[in-house]
């Protein structure tokens, strides 16, 4: 039994007894929870935590509690917390995460939303991957000719641009075929 392990067991205890009551305090379990990849009682906490008002509904809460239940694969239970992360944070970094757990469940139009959104909110660390998915969500919808003004803004990027040239291929075969 390691110290990390000491650690986590001694929280869990102050949890149930109640002695947990600041923010810092569940959120530093919730994190423990995940590192011990524990994704359920990190979920819980902070889910009860947030209701209650102990935890307060900022951008990074309600990201760690969406990757709570991401961890724990339970994808539409985390749209919501994502989705509110999303609207409260500084840049558009979290929609693009919302729209991968919106492509990981197919829904390419919920996917194509958050993806605009976060281009148009801006300060994206990989603003070719945006681009990037936007014109795979496109292409799943059929509106082509859209996604290949994504894969070519994607294409400009270096770090999404052998992707970006792929894609454009079949999007221009599918655009071609619509004309004949």
Do not use: C
Not at 55 to 60: I, L, M, R
Not at 110 to 135: H, N, T
Request: net charge negative.
């Amino acid at each position: 039994f390691g110290e990390e392990e000491k650690a986590l067991a001694m929280l869990e205890l102050a949890y149930q007894l109640d002695y947990l009551n600041k923010e810092r305090e569940l959120t530093q379990l919730t994190q423990r929870y995940l590192y011990h990849e524990l994704p359920w009682p990190a979920a819980k906490i902070m889910a009860k935590a947030l209701e209650d008002g102990t935890v307060e509904t900022t951008s990074k809460n309600l990201e760690l509690y969406a990757n709570s239940l991401l961890h724990a694969r339970e994808y539409t239970e985390a749209i919501v917390p994502l989705a509110e992360a999303a609207d409260l944070a500084e840049d558009g970094d979290l929609y693009v995460r919302l729209a991968q757990v919106h492509l990981e469940i197919e829904d390419w139009r919920k996917a194509r939303k958050a993806l605009e959104s976060a281009i148009e909110k801006g300060g994206l660390r990989d603003r070719g991957s945006a681009q990037l998915l936007l014109g795979v969500s496109n292409y799943n919808e059929e509106r082509f000719k859209s996604a290949r003004i994504a894969f070519l803004a994607a294409a400009e990027e270096e770090k999404s641009a052998d992707s970006a040239r792929k894609w454009l291929k079949h999007v221009n075969r599918a655009i071609n075929s619509q004309d004949n």
